[in-house]
């Protein structure tokens, strides 16, 4: 059942990320930008002049913080942006935020963001920290004599952005080909996956796990792709799963299918019971049907999870 269900979180996962194109990770990113900065936003504007049924353009002035790559006069730039997709979700700047921006400079001076909203994330101090020291740590390939030294130096730079709760989502999607159609390129010379990691890197990816104090759907990524039915620590990661922080304009049952997993290999009776009295697998939908009252699925999960962990 672990293994059947497993299969159905990836589905999930494939089904629901809301991505006409395919996922685009910070190695790209870094490829792809014109521009890599740390800026705080202003009030986003409405561009003129857009007849209706057109895309909605929006113009933000940001103040950089910190320039990471490219040029820029007078620590400030204008970028305009689509924000109004629904696929991947909009593009967003927040007035007063920090933002990490990965940008493509226009004709007249302005700048686009690079691969829509893939290339703007609102960070805390720790996540700007985080993306930051990635980014100096990222092996150059001038930097390394051969090609086989530097796939593996970026294979364990892609195991450290997995490893980091900041950066997960960076380094599951570069490494699991499963978690998306990536678009590998003619141009890009080596393809690098979960199947390469050593025992050690994938041991420090499940431990990573195992201590997580908060899971995000990433971690959920990240755990399917492991493919962790054996392993003895399977019940609590499953668990912190289960709890996993909601994500906006992301929608997946993910912590259902992970709660599901801890009433089995918990046997607890208790648990199994109150699972089943609230949720049903709709195999045709590979979808969850929860039979209490609307967005009263938290209170149930967190109720399961007690009683498994009273039990532990």
């Given at each position: 059942m672990l293994k059947v269900l497993t299969a159905a979180v990836l589905l999930v996962g494939l089904t629901t990320t809301p991505s006409p194109i395919p996922p685009v990770p910070l190695r790209y990113l870094m490829d792809e930008a014109d521009l890599i900065a740390v800026v705080v936003a202003d009030e986003p504007e409405i561009l003129k002049g857009l007849e209706r049924g057109e895309w909605r353009g929006f113009?933000?002035?940001?103040?950089?913080?910190?320039?990471?790559?490219?040029?820029?006069?007078?620590?400030a730039l204008v970028v305009r942006y689509e924000g109004a997709l629904l696929c991947p979700a909009p593009t967003e700047f927040i007035k007063g935020?920090?933002?990490?921006?990965?940008?493509?400079l226009l004709?007249?001076?302005?700048?686009?963001?690079?691969?829509?909203?893939?290339?703007?994330?609102?960070?805390?101090?720790?996540?700007?920290?985080?993306?930051l020291n990635a980014m100096k740590r990222r092996p150059e390939i001038g930097e390394i004599e051969s090609k086989g030294d530097h796939h593996e130096a970026m294979l364990e730079w892609l195991v450290q952005l997995a490893e980091n709760p900041y950066t997960t989502w960076e380094g599951v999607y570069d490494l699991d080909p499963d978690t998306s159609s990536k678009r590998w390129l003619e141009d890009r010379k080596w393809e690098?996956?979960?199947?390469?990691?050593?025992?050690?890197?994938?041991?420090?990816?499940?431990?990573?796990?195992?201590?997580?104090e908060r899971t995000t759907y990433a971690d959920s990524l990240l755990a399917t792709a492991l493919d962790l039915t054996e392993d003895p620590r399977l019940l609590e990661i499953s668990l912190k799963l289960a709890l996993m922080e909601?994500?906006?304009?992301?929608?997946?049952?993910?912590?259902?299918?992970?709660?599901?997993?801890?009433v089995e290999k918990s046997s607890n009776a208790e648990a199994k019971k109150i699972f089943d009295?609230?949720?049903?697998?709709?195999?045709?939908?590979?979808d969850w049907?929860?039979?209490?009252?609307?967005?009263?699925?938290?209170?149930?999960?967190?109720?399961?999870?007690?009683?498994?962990?009273?039990?532990?």
């Open positions: 113009q933000v002035r940001l103040a950089v913080k910190n320039l990471v790559k490219g040029c820029v006069q007078d620590h935020k920090t933002h990490l921006v990965f940008l493509d004709e007249d001076g302005s700048y686009d963001v690079t691969e829509l909203s893939y290339g703007v994330k609102i960070l805390d101090k720790h996540g700007v920290d985080a993306y690098y996956s979960l199947k390469q990691i050593s025992a050690e890197q994938r041991e420090r990816l499940i431990q990573a796990l195992w201590l997580r909601p994500e906006p304009l992301l929608e997946h049952d993910d912590d259902i299918m992970w709660l599901e997993v801890a009295e609230n949720w049903t697998f709709v195999e045709e939908w590979k049907d929860f039979q209490g009252e609307w967005k009263d699925e938290k209170p149930v999960i967190e109720r399961v999870v007690k009683v498994i962990r009273k039990e532990q």
